[in-house]
C-alpha cells in the first residue's frame, strides 16, 4: 500500500489507471455506512482486496448536515481518509468525487498533511473536466451567504501568513487554496465502470 506522496507522483506523471486498465478479478465498491461513504477496490463477492496485487486500496468521506461547528460547507462531503497501491489512487478519487454527486467532495477539514493539499492542488489546477465551487470563510469573507461558509483552517495552516494579509489579500489567498473549495464532476467513470459491470453498490 502507498500513501498520498505515491499518488501525487503517479498524478503527475500521468500513469494514473482507469477502468480499462482493471485486471479480470478487480471490482470497484461503492459502500454507504453511516454518514461515511467508502470506495474501494474488491474481488467480484465485494471482498476488499488485500494482499493480491494491485489495484488495492480505499478512500472514505464523510457526509455532512450542513451544521456544526465547520460551518454549512455547501453541505459537500469531506475527505477523510486515502490509500491505494501505485497508479490506482486516481480512479478512487474520482468515483468518490462522482459519488457525491452535486453536493461535491472537499478536503479534511480538521487537518491535512502536505501530499493531501498537492491532491486538491492538482484537481485545482490539473482537471478541466471537475468544477470547483469556492467556498468562504466563517465569517462571510468572500460572500454575505452564509450556505458556503466553512471552517478555513487547513487552508490557514498551508499559508502562515493568511492572518497579517490585508483584506484584499486574504481574500485572494482563499481563492488561491485548493482546500477552500468543492469538487465535484459527471459520473462518467461510474458509467463506465458499470457498463463494464465491474461496479458493485453495497
Known sequence: MRLLREYIRELLTESAKGP?????????????????????YAFEDGTIRHDAGPPDGMVSFART????????CLRASAMVGAMASPGWGPLLYDVAIEVTGDHGLMA??????ADAYNV?????????????????????????DD???????VAREFDDAFDFYRDDDKKQALINSPVMKV????????????????????
Not at 147 to 153: L, Y
Open 147 to 153: 450556505a458556503d461558509n466553512c471552517t478555513s483552517k
Open 120 to 144: 486538491w492542488l492538482y484537481y485545482m489546477n490539473s482537471r478541466p473536466d471537475v468544477v470547483k465551487i469556492q467556498l468562504d470563510t466563517l465569517d462571510n469573507e468572500l460572500t454575505p
Open 20 to 40: 480499462a486498465d482493471l485486471p479480470p478479478d478487480a471490482y470497484v465498491v461503492i459502500r454507504k455506512k453511516s454518514g461515511v461513504d467508502e470506495v474501494f
Open 65 to 72: 448536515t450542513g451544521r456544526g461547528a465547520w460551518g454549512q
Open 108 to 113: 479534511d477539514r480538521e487537518s491535512l498533511s
Open 183 to 202: 469538487y465535484t464532476k459527471g459520473p462518467t467513470t461510474i458509467e463506465k465502470l458499470e457498463s463494464m459491470g465491474r461496479l458493485i453498490r453495497k
